[in-house]
């Protein structure tokens, strides 16, 4: 008698273990947000092998990678996710972040686009898409987006100044929000960028200018209005008894603070600076590049004067609106100053020789400079000293 034959359970084909979706999104999801990546990439890997219709064990798996840093990796998950879920605006965004990786601009703007159209309420995409047509300096593309996104959210001041910019909107200062933004990103990279590529040399001229015109006042107690990062106190170079610099940024007032050469420095608006400040209480006042975004300057004109001892002065720089590449119209004269694309404000010189007349100023010198480059083009300004 044949003995029975025991089963040879290694020659059958191993059958995968089967897919249960929900629990498994649940489980990818929680490693991934874990930070757990190599686990969450094996097993949305071994997800879509076993369920390679279903887009979700895509996109995960392409997010992951990417998140790794796996870029190129990354891209083909992500495309099959894209496939599948034509619907997803999320993973259009992100598949949008990887073509945007290797310069496919276009091809990002396509899925930034898809995702917005899908989702006209996903702001990561709009953003996205935002700030893709603004690298590429796309303005007549920029202002729908930028109404789009001030319609989701119209407290956003610092899209609004964008819109009133490209619109021509005119108004009298740029919004704190948009300063503190722009300068916050900016700091780290402020000093190299303006010194080094665009050619800016405002506060050493302001100095300069303050040194031939009144070369006698030694003890200055000064006030930087706008201090950015503290160029004005390089270039005072030890010559000031008392310095003070006012700015809305606090990353810029950090890397002021490093320079360790201010002898107080104020998180705040100029005009509410000086409004708080003590009568006769500086001997120069200085603001290099701070009004091309305070356009109405009427104000913090009146508070210097009354901030400043007799004799004393009041040194500052402005966008010429006469060389801007639009001429002036007559309100724009009228007004004094004009928003310009560029989201900065330009000033006419008949507006501030008049202010300075109206509060009793003598003006030492008024000098045409160019104030730094744009676009590799010259921005043409004023170097402008005046005497209470
Ligand atoms: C172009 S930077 C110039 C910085 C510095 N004065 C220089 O010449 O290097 C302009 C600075 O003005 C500041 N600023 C602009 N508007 C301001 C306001 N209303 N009150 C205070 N700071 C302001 C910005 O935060 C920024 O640091």
Same mark, same amino acid.
């Given at each position: 008698?044949?003995?029975?034959?025991?089963?040879?359970?290694?020659?059958?084909?191993?059958?995968?273990?089967?897919?249960?979706?929900?629990?498994?999104?649940? *489980?990818? $999801?929680? $490693?991934?947000? #874990?930070?757990?990546?190599?686990?969450?990439?094996?097993?949305?890997?071994?997800?879509?092998?076993?369920?390679?219709?279903?887009?979700?064990?895509?996109?995960? &798996?392409?997010?992951?990678?990417?998140?790794?840093?796996?870029?190129?990796?990354?891209?083909?998950? !992500?495309?099959?996710?894209?496939?599948?879920?034509?619907?997803?605006?999320?993973?259009? /965004? /992100?598949? %949008?972040?990887?073509?945007?990786?290797?310069?496919?601009?276009?091809?990002?703007?396509?899925?930034?686009?898809?995702?917005? @159209?899908?989702?006209?309420?996903?702001?990561?995409?709009?953003? /996205?898409?935002?700030?893709?047509?603004?690298?590429?300096?796309?303005?007549?593309?920029?202002?729908?987006? *930028?109404?789009?996104?001030?319609?989701?959210?119209?407290?956003?001041?610092?899209?609004?100044?964008?819109?009133? !910019?490209?619109?021509?909107?005119?108004?009298?200062?740029?919004?704190?929000?948009?300063?503190?933004?722009?300068?916050?990103?900016?700091?780290?990279?402020?000093?190299?960028?303006?010194?080094?590529?665009?050619?800016?040399?405002?506060?050493?001229?302001?100095?300069?200018?303050?040194? #031939?015109?009144?070369?006698?006042?030694?003890?200055?107690?000064?006030?930087?209005?706008?201090?950015?990062?503290?160029?004005?106190?390089?270039?005072?170079? %030890?010559?000031?008894?008392?310095?003070?610099?006012?700015?809305?940024?606090?990353? !810029?007032? %950090?890397?002021?603070?490093?320079?360790?050469?201010?002898?107080?420095?104020?998180?705040?608006?100029?005009?509410?600076?000086?409004?708080?400040?003590?009568?006769?209480?500086?001997?120069?006042?200085?603001?290099?590049?701070?009004?091309?975004?305070?356009?109405?300057?009427?104000?913090?004109?009146?508070?210097?004067?009354?901030?400043?001892?007799? %004799?004393?002065?009041?040194?500052?720089?402005?966008?010429? !609106?006469?060389?801007?590449?639009?001429?002036?119209?007559?309100?724009?004269?009228?007004?004094?100053?004009?928003?310009?694309?560029?989201?900065?404000?330009?000033?006419?010189?008949?507006? &501030?020789?008049?202010?300075?007349?109206?509060?009793?100023?003598?003006?030492?010198?008024?000098?045409?400079?160019?104030?730094?480059?744009?676009? /590799?083009?010259?921005?043409?300004? @004023?170097?402008?000293?005046?005497?209470?």
């Amino acid at each position: 008698m044949s003995q029975p034959q025991t089963p040879n359970i290694f020659s059958r084909p191993l059958t995968p273990p089967p897919v249960n979706l929900e629990l498994e999104q649940k *489980l990818i $999801l929680t $490693l991934f947000q #874990q930070g757990k990546l190599p686990e969450a990439e094996r097993a949305s890997r071994s997800l879509s092998e076993r369920a390679p219709k279903h887009g979700f064990a895509w996109k995960a &798996l392409g997010l992951i990678l990417s998140r790794q840093g796996r870029k190129e990796e990354a891209l083909q998950p !992500m495309q099959q996710a894209c496939k599948l879920m034509p619907r997803d605006a999320e993973a259009f /965004n /992100n598949l %949008g972040s990887l073509f945007e990786e290797f310069q496919r601009l276009d091809l990002a703007q396509s899925c930034y686009e898809h995702a917005v @159209q899908v989702d006209p309420a996903f702001q990561a995409a709009l953003d /996205n898409m935002i700030r893709l047509v603004e690298r590429q300096d796309r303005p007549q593309e920029l202002l729908p987006l *930028l109404k789009h996104k001030l319609k989701a959210v119209p407290g956003d001041d610092y899209i609004r100044h964008q819109v009133d !910019m490209l619109e021509r909107n005119q108004t009298d200062a740029a919004p704190s929000a948009y300063v503190v933004r722009l300068f916050d990103h900016y700091a780290d990279q402020f000093d190299h960028h303006l010194q080094h590529e665009l050619g800016y040399r405002a506060p050493f001229d302001i100095v300069r200018l303050l040194e #031939q015109h009144a070369p006698e006042q030694h003890a200055w107690r000064v006030v930087d209005l706008g201090c950015g990062t503290g160029l004005v106190a390089e270039a005072l170079a %030890g010559r000031a008894q008392s310095l003070v610099g006012v700015d809305l940024s606090e990353k !810029m007032l %950090g890397q002021a603070r490093a320079r360790g050469d201010y002898t107080q420095l104020a998180c705040a608006d100029v005009l509410a600076h000086l409004q708080q400040a003590d009568g006769a209480s500086a001997d120069t006042v200085i603001a290099t590049d701070v009004f091309i975004y305070v356009g109405k300057i009427d104000e913090v004109v009146t508070q210097v004067h009354r901030v400043l001892s007799p %004799g004393g002065l009041f040194a500052f720089t402005v966008e010429d !609106m006469a060389a801007a590449s639009e001429a002036p119209t007559e309100a724009d004269l009228a007004r004094g100053h004009r928003l310009e694309r560029s989201g900065r404000y330009s000033h006419a010189d008949a507006h &501030l020789r008049k202010l300075a007349e109206r509060h009793g100023f003598s003006v030492l010198a008024h000098e045409a400079t160019v104030i730094r480059r744009d676009k /590799n083009q010259p921005v043409h300004g @004023q170097l402008v000293l005046w005497q209470r």
